[in-house]
């Protein structure tokens, strides 16, 4: 290895091997979720290695936690939104949400091969620093969701932009039900590029650092990515395709929900306990989100999501959430409103105003 370091006070590894720059998110006990200091990190070396003519591509992974669980990436740390719950003008969050979506726009437009390894956990904020790049390799032990409903907020990190340009009706109810999904079903929606086995990863890693990539550096990664990909086989999510595209082809989602009552099988009834555990705000917010916006491009979707998520935090419902599931672990969030029925459309339209601290700019 011709240089190594770390950023953000170990949080993230940085190094370069041959023609590739690395990236590793180091905080293996907090699933690797990113803090503002990692985000702040990965972007400065980003754009350097961008500029500089020795690094033909980059490389993201997670560190393991043991021998058996590689998290990628469980999102943001949204503890840090809750312990700044109490400042009235949410500094933190208008600060940390601008620099992620910066983040996650600049991946987007990278110039050169970015590849992320995912042979675990990748959710929320995971998914921002993974599904913008140009490969994006899944194994059989990966997990995708974007569980923002569950806490009181909106899938955000560019989800205006990638789920709607799922197949069908894939992408809301994915966006509405947090469903996690694995590599073979992410491979089929197009959200993975590759699928390679988790036996395979070492190896493929191996080949990467040894790659070269002096000449065309996207053919290179190519030619490595394929010498190890495989077909996972039937995607699970195929069995009920018809059957999202079906229920989920609602105007509202009182008709979403109707519609799943009527089924009657065992995949609807689990999608509408899934559903009723969720933010009944969130689910309307998100719901206009992923049914009227789809055409947005990349970074105005993440300048509308700047908004929702900004005026998530300056309500009840994110904080709520955060707490039921991470600060007291109880599950039992009080939603406010408390049904679908009580949202109204002046609270869903306030989510898509610009806020009081404004819009962000890239």
């Not at 500089?52 to 393991?64: C, F, H, K, L, M």
Request: hydrophobic share 45%; charged share 25%; proline share 6%.
């Amino acid at each position: 290895m011709n240089e190594a370091t770390a950023a953000a006070d170990g949080e993230i590894l940085l190094a370069v091997t041959g023609g590739l720059g690395e990236i590793t998110l180091n905080r293996p006990k907090a699933l690797n979720a990113v803090t503002q200091p990692m985000v702040t990190a990965m972007d400065a070396q980003l754009k350097a290695w961008a500029g500089d003519p020795a690094i033909g591509a980059v490389v993201v992974r997670g560190a393991p936690r043991d021998e058996t669980r590689v998290p990628f990436c469980a999102g943001g740390d949204i503890r840090l939104i809750y312990d700044a719950r109490n400042d009235p003008d949410r500094k933190f969050a208008v600060e940390f949400y601008a620099e992620e979506y910066r983040l996650n726009s600049f991946i987007y437009r990278y110039p050169k091969p970015y590849i992320a390894l995912i042979d675990g956990v990748v959710m929320g904020g995971g998914v921002g620093v993974s599904i913008h790049g140009s490969h994006r390799v899944m194994s059989e032990r990966t997990m995708f969701a974007m569980p923002e409903t569950g806490i009181g907020l909106i899938p955000d990190i560019g989800a205006t932009y990638f789920l709607s340009r799922l197949p069908g009706r894939t992408g809301l109810y994915l966006g509405l039900t947090a469903a996690r999904i694995g590599g073979a079903d992410a491979l089929h929606l197009g959200l993975a590029t590759h699928y390679v086995p988790s036996d395979r990863m070492a190896a493929l890693d191996t080949a990467l650092r040894e790659g070269d990539y002096s000449a065309s550096a996207h053919a290179a990664v190519g030619r490595i990515l394929d010498g190890f990909a495989e077909d996972p086989g039937l995607a699970p999510i195929v069995e009920n395709l018809e059957a999202i595209d079906r229920c989920f082809g609602g105007e509202t989602v009182e008709q979403v929900i109707a519609k799943l009552q009527a089924e009657g099988t065992p995949w609807a009834e689990e999608t509408l306990a899934a559903l009723a555990e969720k933010s009944p705000t969130s689910l309307k917010v998100t719901f206009r989100q992923l049914t009227t916006l789809g055409d947005l491009d990349l970074e105005d979707a993440l300048k509308m999501e700047y908004r929702m998520a900004i005026r998530c935090n300056f309500g009840p419902e994110l904080f709520e959430g955060i707490r039921a599931v991470v600060i007291d672990k109880d599950r039992s969030p009080k939603w406010q409103p408390a049904s679908v029925a009580e949202v109204s459309d002046d609270l869903v339209a306030e989510h898509f105003a610009v806020p009081a601290t404004g819009d962000m700019t890239f």
